[in-house]
């Protein structure tokens, strides 16, 4: 765990001076202030930045790992602190559970502990709070997740149009005409989604967009031992993946059955997470900025929080190649 004076060396000021400016002393200018807490979150510091007389916000975590900085939901929620902090809210990071769900309403939960506002990560589509968030009082978030009709949740996350757009036209710039899906099983909103979106794509370029191209289940162990080789057996020249572990697993299947990627078969991932640049080969994936996305969510909690409506706060995808994908073979 960082100390102060890890925060203090990182900056080039004093320990003093980096106290003060997390107990919010009078002394210390505003932007030093600023400084200290985003390069406290940065580091990993996790004291009450503000005590516990602060304004609380709370960020419930499920179905994601974001523990360390190689975890899909670390930035994220790095993102959101650089944000909130700064602005004088303690943040509590909340593992969210069906039991904590079933015990007690939404709102109730929210005006207990007195939060303000709720980031919710990783949802899927039978959490329970999902009927409370159709009505709730209380300013919501929801990443890779939509609520219909309620003003006081915002639905945030990447645009998945953009990037099955920007995965389809890469692929097929380099003569991919038969690309298969696969997928996680579609429990979540933003597998929906992604499966949606990739056949629009599909279409828009003029490519086959049989559902038969797709296969998706709840166990990696299927995707692999069943869904990828009836893929490949169907004469797909490259396969998107839903998601990054996915589309690791599938680069770790093939070597393991002699199919090389990229000669034999193009493989592309979603998301970007640190271990594509050290897979084998590395991994061709779309990228979505984590960091801004925390950024966001707090940006849209935030505007929920001052009376502002916000529906929808997507942001840009990015397209990142690597050695996993080349022309399809002939």
């Known amino acids: 765990m960082a100390t102060l004076e890890d925060i203090a060396r990182s900056l080039g000021v004093s320990k003093s001076t980096v106290s003060k400016a997390l107990s919010g002393a009078g002394d210390v200018s505003e932007a030093m202030r600023r400084s200290v807490v985003e390069t406290a979150v940065e580091l990993g510091y996790s004291r009450p930045l503000r005590g516990v007389e602060a304004p609380r916000l709370a960020v419930f975590v499920t179905n994601m790992e974001y523990s360390r900085p190689e975890d899909f939901g670390y930035d994220i929620l790095v993102g959101f602190r650089k944000m909130a902090e700064p602005a004088g809210y303690y943040v509590s990071i909340i593992p969210l559970n069906h039991q904590l769900e079933h015990s007690i309403g939404y709102d109730q939960y929210m005006m207990q ?60 710039s380099r003569n991919h005409r038969k690309i298969g899906y696969l997928s996680s099983a579609l429990g979540a909103y933003v597998y929906q989604q992604r499966y949606q979106a ?55 299947h093939c070597a393991g059955i002699g199919i090389r990627v990229p000669e034999d078969i193009s493989i592309l991932g979603f998301d970007d997470l640190p271990l594509c640049r050290f897979t084998q080969p590395p991994l061709t994936t779309i990228r979505q900025n984590r960091t801004e996305i925390g950024k966001s969510a707090y940006c849209a909690l935030s505007s929920q929080i001052g009376g502002v409506p916000l529906s929808t706060f997507l942001l840009h995808t990015e397209l990142i190649p690597r050695a996993s994908c080349a022309d399809a073979a002939g």
């Open 113 to 172: 502990g007195n939060y303000r506002g709720g980031l919710f990560l990783g949802l899927s589509l039978d959490d329970p709070w999902l009927k409370d968030f159709e009505t709730c009082r209380t300013p919501t978030v929801l990443y890779d997740n939509r609520i219909f009709g309620n003003p006081r949740v915002t639905y945030v996350g990447a645009d998945n149009a953009e990037g099955m757009r920007l995965a389809v036209q890469y692929l097929k």
């Open 198 to 252: 990739f056949f629009q794509a599909l279409q828009e370029n003029g490519l086959p967009c049989d559902p038969g191209l797709s296969r998706n289940s709840y166990f990696p162990s299927v995707c692999m031992s069943e869904h990828l080789p009836a893929l490949l057996d169907q004469g797909c020249t490259a396969i998107m993946c839903s998601h990054d572990n996915l589309a690791i697993s599938a680069l770790a």
